[in-house]
């Protein structure tokens, strides 16, 4: 009877980043809206969640839609990851390192892009600015491959860097 081998790499990595970015990015709006109200408006913490309340479904506001339509690209991401990384125990931790620098730099791009969307448009709030949540979604679809590019890449440097210093010591 042999023991079932534990894999190399932590399985929980994967849920956490993947349930992480599926909730971090439904609830990141609102709570962006909420550290506005307080700091920009100076309401009290109870203040801004009664006034998130209010406009949690109202007309012209419906701050429920920008949610989740700001957290679909992230439930993309998060299948994409999930497949990506998954539980393959035959990929070796160098390929994997890898994957994972690729997954969080299209997940890092894609969360700084949408923090600055909603923080632009709260700042600066007009009927034609909340136009950006219709493109949110799709914009981010397309920063999705460029950050995963982009974390691939900076894990090559980083090993190339790496590997220049071995050699040199």
């Keep these: 009877m042999t023991t079932p081998s534990t894999p190399a790499r932590p399985a929980w990595l994967v849920l956490v980043l993947y349930w992480g970015s599926l909730l971090v990015s439904l609830t990141f709006p609102w709570a962006l809206l909420v550290l506005f109200e307080v700091s920009a408006h100076r309401r009290t913490a109870t203040e801004a969640l009664h006034y998130m309340q209010l406009h949690f479904f109202a007309p012209g506001y419906n701050f429920f839609l920008i949610g989740l339509l700001s957290a679909a690209p992230f439930a993309v991401g998060a299948v994409f990851l ?63 491959p460029i950050g995963y590019g982009a974390g691939r890449l900076a894990s090559f440097l980083l090993g190339a860097i790496r590997r220049n210093d071995e050699d040199l010591a």
């Design 82 to 144: 999930l497949f990506h990384l998954g539980w393959n125990t035959t990929l070796d931790s160098a390929r994997y390192a890898k994957r994972l620098a690729g997954v969080a730099g299209g997940l890092l791009l894609m969360f700084g892009v949408s923090f600055w969307t909603h923080l632009s448009a709260l700042m600066y709030p007009d009927a034609q600015g909340a136009i950006i949540y219709l493109f949110l979604p799709f914009i981010l679809l397309v920063l999705l």
